[in-house]
Each structure stands twice: as structure tokens, then as C-alpha cells.
């Protein structure tokens, strides 16, 4: 019972980072229809901030609520980046090919690994002081560990807080309105450039506190954005591409996948969540929640 606990436990806290990453991915291509794979260099500069700032505000006396706290506030210190990045770079490319939309932003993320190269170099990077995050709850011969819990209450919040936004709010209509209809949505008086900017920079900080809630957990290195990448696209497919209820069921069920491999038999941890990429392509290209009509896009 214990055993099983801890894999549906591990798979829910990597489903939690997971979704924070594809979400993002979603929140772009849903309202701006570019497939942003900048995304996952977001998820690894949001780890080394949250290095950068472990080591400039956390010391020895530190709490844990304040160390998530710092954490948080690394991935958030971030936002600029969606400004600077859809202001200076994608405005020009929105009229272009799909092609060349991939490969801009494929462009994005060979030049954050380089900016990553400069300012933390090419080692990994550990956090400092995580011993602090590592408390557990005992429920008999269940261990729940605190920060786990923690980054999965976060996670769904976060979810809960977007679909809130999207459905109940008047910039949630307004994404809505210019995701449907661009030109319908500038015509009703909508701002649309404001909107492609503060749905970017959402998705920018979805992607850097994914980044900066993981690095407790892990080393923070080169290539990690790569990694994302492939694991946020494969959620997108399965759950259904511009679908924010499919990257939540999407990032359940690779985060349960990738927990039963490491558990099982870590060789198939790919091999396993792509298996069921081609079943989905195959039977429903469009995604468990997704529209066959954009599929058609």
C-alpha cells in the first residue's frame, strides 16, 4: 500500500510540474497560435533563478515556508521576459508561416542556453540549505513529504485560478473572444496587442515558476529545457492542443506514466509516455479534449 501511495504521490508532484510548463504552452498557442517551444527554456531559467535566489536570500535559519516563498518569488521575478521576448521578437513573426514561427522560437531557446552558459556556466547547479523542504507527514506507513505536497497545492491552484480567469473574468473573455476570432475581436473594440502580451507574459511565468518550484528536487543543467520541451508537447498531444483542461488531464497522465516507469522500469520512462503520443495520434489526432478544427489549422 505504501509503495503504491508513493508512486501515485510522485506521479501527481511531476503531473504538477508537467502542467505548469504545458499550460503555458497552451495559454500561447490557444490565444496566440504560435507553438512557443521557448517554453522550456522558461522551465530552465526559472530553475537557475530559483538557485540564484536560494543562494542570495535563504541563510541557515531559514523556515521552510519562507524558503517556498523565495521560490516562488524567483519564478515570478521573471515576468520581463514575456514583454521583451513577445514585444521584440514574436509581433514580427505572427503573420509568417507556421515553419518559421517554430524555428523563431526554436532560435529562443539555442540563445537561452547560452545566456545560461554566461551567468551559471556549464556545471549543474544544486540548490543549497533543501534539507529544510524535506519534512514529512506520517499517516501510519504512509510519508507524505511536505514540499511535494506543497508544489502540488500550488500547482492546482494555479489551475483552479486560470480556469477561474478564463470563464469569469473580463480578460478571460477578451482571451477567449481573440483566441475564436482575431479579426472579430479587434473589431469589437478588443486591444489585441495587449492581449497577446499579458497571455505570453502568463504563459512566460507559468513556465519559470515550473522551473524554480522543481529545483529542491533536482540539479538545475544545460539541456533541461530540452527535456521539458519534449515532455510538455507530449502532455499537449495527449490532452489536446490550445485545451487547458486537456493539459491538466494531459500532465496527470504523463506525470502517473513517467512515476510508474522510474518505479518499474526506468529504461521505458520514454519510451512508455511516447507509446501513448502515437496511440493518440493514431486514434484521435486532435487530443483527448481537443478540436478536430485545429487540428485542421
Not at 35 to 59: E, P, Q, R
Amino acid at each position: 500500500m505504501s509503495a503504491v501511495f508513493d508512486i501515485a504521490f510522485g506521479g501527481l508532484f511531476y503531473a504538477s510540474i508537467i502542467f505548469l510548463i504545458a499550460a503555458g504552452l497552451q495559454v500561447v498557442f490557444g490565444t496566440q497560435k504560435i507553438l512557443n517551444l521557448a517554453c522550456g527554456s522558461f522551465y530552465a531559467l526559472g530553475a537557475y533563478a530559483g538557485i540564484s535566489f536560494i543562494d542570495w536570500f535563504v541563510g541557515p535559519g531559514s523556515s521552510a515556508p519562507y524558503f517556498m516563498l523565495v521560490l516562488i518569488a524567483a519564478g515570478l521575478s521573471l515576468f520581463f521576459l514575456g514583454p521583451v521576448i513577445e514585444r521584440g521578437v514574436l509581433k514580427f513573426i505572427y503573420p509568417r508561416e507556421e515553419v518559421f514561427q517554430l524555428l523563431a522560437t526554436f532560435a529562443l531557446v539555442l540563445i537561452f542556453e547560452d545566456i545560461i552558459k554566461i551567468f551559471w556556466g556549464i556545471y549543474p547547479r544544486i540548490a543549497k540549505g533543501t534539507a529544510i523542504v524535506y519534512q514529512s507527514i506520517h499517516i501510519g506507513e504512509i510519508v507524505i513529504p511536505l514540499y511535494h505536497l506543497f508544489v502540488i497545492v500550488c500547482s492546482f491552484s494555479i489551475a483552479l485560478i486560470i480556469g477561474f480567469v478564463i470563464k469569469n473574468t473580463k480578460f478571460g473573455k477578451m482571451l477567449r473572444a481573440v483566441a475564436d476570432d482575431r479579426e472579430m475581436a479587434a473589431a469589437l473594440g478588443i486591444n489585441v496587442t495587449h492581449v497577446y502580451l499579458l497571455s505570453f507574459t502568463l504563459g512566460t511565468v507559468l513556465g519559470t515558476l515550473g522551473g524554480s518550484l522543481i529545483i529542491p528536487v533536482t540539479a538545475a543543467m544545460l539541456g533541461m529545457g530540452i527535456e521539458a520541451i519534449v515532455l510538455a508537447f507530449a502532455v499537449v498531444v495527449i490532452g489536446g492542443l490550445g485545451s487547458m483542461m486537456g493539459a491538466f488531464i494531459g500532465a496527470i497522465i504523463v506525470g502517473m506514466l513517467k512515476a510508474v516507469a522510474l518505479a518499474t522500469f526506468p529504461e521505458l520512462e520514454t519510451f512508455v509516455i511516447y507509446l501513448l503520443v502515437i496511440i493518440i495520434l493514431l486514434i484521435r489526432p486532435w487530443g483527448l479534449f481537443g478540436r478536430p478544427e485545429i487540428e485542421a489549422r
